[in-house]
């Protein structure tokens, strides 16, 4: 069955500190990994990650995959409270149809 | 990225009830997604929704409980049918775009009482 593993499960950290998150999976025919931030209802878009090796970036934040790990990891540098909320790892697979299978995700929080 | 709403935002249903919770996109998309979100929990795919074709439900829901429209390539319905306490959760839609990324709309935060 395909499955999608986050880790941590919740994370407390104080402002200026860096942050790892890690998604891990285990799917068939594996198309692309996505990074989604989640503050209050709707998950905001944050990287899609297909090739291994490739670091995207934007700001503070940057993610990488690597296909031989089934692994991929997001990092946060110098967070601030506005990092706080859930983090969100889904991978698209095919079984008949492409579809999303989410992790249960990373709660972040970042005190001042 | 495609602009996403939903309606309703949110609402409060008694038990036995229905509610039909819409999508709008803004451009045209060929797959559209629907979530479930139970407090707490992840997002668990509900089902498909291709303009055209039947939903492909995804394993535990099923057409009678969660029928779906798609009656053309920027909006959809989700009915959640029969209300009872264990559907309050917040239902997302989402639109995949050219490029494979994924985008969610606003959500709706369901109560049933």
């Known amino acids: 069955e395909d499955k999608v593993v986050q880790s941590p499960l919740s994370l407390v950290v104080h402002e200026g500190d860096t942050v790892t998150l890690n998604c891990s999976y285990e799917?068939?025919?594996?198309?692309?990994l996505l990074w989604y931030k989640q503050e209050k209802k709707a998950p905001t878009f944050l990287f899609m990650l297909?090739?291994?090796?490739i670091e995207k970036k934007s700001g503070r934040l940057s993610s990488i995959l690597d296909k031989k790990e089934l692994s991929s990891i997001l990092n946060i540098t110098a967070t601030q409270t506005g990092d706080s909320a859930i983090y969100l790892c889904?991978?698209?697979?095919?079984?008949?149809?492409?579809?999303?299978?989410f992790g249960t995700g990373t709660r972040l929080k970042v005190l001042a | 990225s495609a602009v996403i709403s939903q309606k309703p935002s949110r609402d409060i249903c008694q038990r036995g009830t229905s509610l039909t919770i819409q999508c709008q996109v803004d451009?045209?998309?060929?797959?559209m997604f629907w979530y479930r979100q139970q407090p707490g929990q992840s997002l668990t795919l509900i089902a498909t929704?291709?303009?055209?074709?039947?939903?492909?439900?995804e394993s535990g829901f099923v057409i009678d409980k969660f029928p779906i429209s798609r009656p053309n390539l920027t909006f959809s319905t989700l009915t959640v049918s029969n209300l009872s306490p264990e559907d309050s959760s917040i239902y997302l839609c989402?639109?995949?775009?050219?490029?494979?990324?994924?985008?969610f709309g606003p959500g709706t935060r369901l109560t049933v009482t």
């Open positions: 889904a991978v698209e697979a095919f079984r008949g149809t492409y579809k999303y299978i």
């Open positions: 451009s045209q998309v060929t797959m």
């Open positions: 929704a291709n303009q055209g074709s039947e939903a492909t439900y």
């Open positions: 297909t090739s291994s090796g």
């Open positions: 799917v068939t025919n594996f198309r692309s």
């Open positions: 989402s639109v995949e775009e050219t490029g494979n990324e994924q985008y």
